[in-house]
């Protein structure tokens, strides 16, 4: 399986007592009908390691009935280790997942040989296609290019990688080392375009949350050569991109990363998507105006 174009790392809609999976069925169907190559429900844009073990299953029963085999389905573990990861992949799977996304292990910084027996722990159990995934703001390390190298060679479910480091050298790295074997994916808004242009196959991205066709716009500019409207199409969004901190890397309000996007899906699209959920803070006013001021100067609202 080759992975290529834009997935889309969705939103969480909440209402006070739980998951609006109404809201969320609306949300999914306009980023199918966009034509979006992939749905994302259980990312990290959509708060997946706050929900769960039955909502992130819920949430992914929807993603399916929505999708309708139109576009790959995937689903995010969310959890720090091997034991939890096996079981939550298996019921993705028995909900009819087509991709898996392994979220590492974090809240100790492991070196190579625990990251290596965890993937290998995980993939002897889990045979199913399956991204690597590294996002360092949430791990607090950032995975050696190496590493999924090596987990790539033995495992032959492995079919991608989603960077979400921020880090453009290592990226270059996934691109040179993995490319011809795996889909190299970019995690960032920010750094989409620039990362197809050197090579990388698509992105796990969440603009496409109030965005529209954009991102599929700026996918077919590079796959068409037409290289510097990919370029201007860019640079006209870098200030909703500083603005929002994608991954909380870079930007003004990093910290609110991904409650801004779920403001900026609200305001597109008139659905509600309620607060963040704890502990998580909302924002307040003056923030909401500058978005709304972006998103005019954009025409999305």
Same mark, same amino acid.
């Given at each position: 399986?080759?992975? @290529? +174009?834009?997935?889309?790392?969705?939103?969480?809609?909440?209402?006070?007592?739980?998951?609006?999976?109404?809201?969320?069925?609306?949300?999914?169907?306009?980023?199918?009908?966009? +034509?979006?190559?992939?749905? %994302?429900?259980?990312?990290?844009?959509?708060?997946?390691?706050?929900?769960?073990? #039955?909502?992130?299953?819920?949430?992914? @029963?929807?993603?399916?009935?929505?999708?309708?085999?139109?576009?790959?389905?995937?689903?995010?573990?969310?959890?720090?280790?091997? $034991?939890?990861? $096996?079981?939550?992949?298996?019921?993705?799977?028995?909900?009819?997942?087509?991709?898996? *996304?392994?979220?590492?292990?974090?809240?100790?910084? !492991?070196?190579?040989?625990?990251?290596?027996?965890?993937?290998?722990?995980?993939?002897?159990?889990?045979?199913?296609?399956?991204?690597?995934?590294?996002?360092?703001?949430?791990?607090?390390?950032?995975?050696?290019?190496?590493?999924?190298?090596?987990?790539?060679? #033995? !495992?032959?479910?492995?079919?991608?990688?989603? =960077?979400?480091?921020?880090? %453009?050298?290592? /990226?270059?790295?996934? $691109?040179? *080392?993995?490319?011809?074997?795996?889909?190299?994916?970019?995690?960032?808004?920010? *750094?989409?375009?620039?990362?197809?242009?050197?090579?990388? /196959?698509?992105?796990?991205?969440?603009?496409?949350? %109030?965005?529209?066709?954009?991102?599929?716009?700026?996918?077919?500019?590079?796959?068409?050569?037409?290289?510097?409207?990919?370029?201007?199409?860019?640079?006209?969004?870098?200030?909703?991109?500083?603005?929002?901190?994608?991954?909380?890397?870079?930007?003004?309000? +990093?910290?609110?990363?991904?409650?801004?996007?779920?403001?900026?899906?609200? *305001?597109?699209?008139? $659905?509600?998507?309620?607060?963040?959920?704890?502990?998580?803070?909302?924002? =307040?006013?003056?923030?909401?105006?500058?978005? #709304?001021?972006?998103?005019?100067?954009?025409?999305?609202?």
């Amino acid at each position: 399986m080759k992975i @290529e +174009g834009v997935i889309a790392a969705t939103v969480t809609p909440f209402t006070k007592d739980g998951v609006n999976y109404e809201a969320l069925k609306i949300l999914l169907s306009r980023i199918v009908e966009a +034509g979006y190559q992939g749905v %994302f429900p259980t990312s990290s844009t959509g708060e997946v390691t706050k929900l769960t073990p #039955e909502e992130r299953v819920k949430v992914m @029963e929807v993603a399916r009935d929505v999708a309708k085999g139109k576009t790959l389905v995937v689903g995010g573990t969310g959890t720090g280790d091997h $034991i939890s990861t $096996i079981e939550i992949a298996r019921r993705y799977k028995d909900v009819g997942v087509d991709i898996l *996304l392994v979220t590492p292990p974090y809240y100790i910084q !492991y070196d190579w040989a625990a990251l290596y027996a965890f993937y290998k722990k995980v993939l002897d159990k889990v045979d199913m296609p399956t991204i690597l995934y590294t996002i360092p703001l949430a791990t607090g390390y950032n995975i050696p290019v190496e590493v999924f190298e090596l987990v790539a060679n #033995e !495992y032959s479910q492995v079919v991608g990688v989603k =960077d979400s480091s921020g880090d %453009f050298r290592y /990226h270059l790295d996934l $691109i040179h *080392l993995l490319g011809r074997r795996l889909s190299v994916l970019q995690g960032l808004d920010m *750094l989409f375009v620039p990362s197809l242009l050197m090579g990388a /196959h698509g992105g796990v991205l969440a603009g496409p949350n %109030f965005l529209g066709r954009i991102t599929l716009e700026q996918y077919r500019l590079v796959k068409e050569g037409r290289v510097q409207e990919a370029v201007a199409l860019h640079n006209k969004l870098m200030p909703l991109w500083r603005f929002m901190g994608g991954c909380g890397l870079v930007g003004k309000l +990093g910290g609110k990363w991904p409650t801004l996007y779920k403001v900026a899906a609200q *305001l597109v699209h008139g $659905i509600d998507m309620g607060p963040p959920r704890e502990p998580l803070p909302p924002i =307040d006013d003056k923030d909401k105006k500058e978005l #709304e001021r972006l998103l005019k100067e954009l025409g999305l609202i």
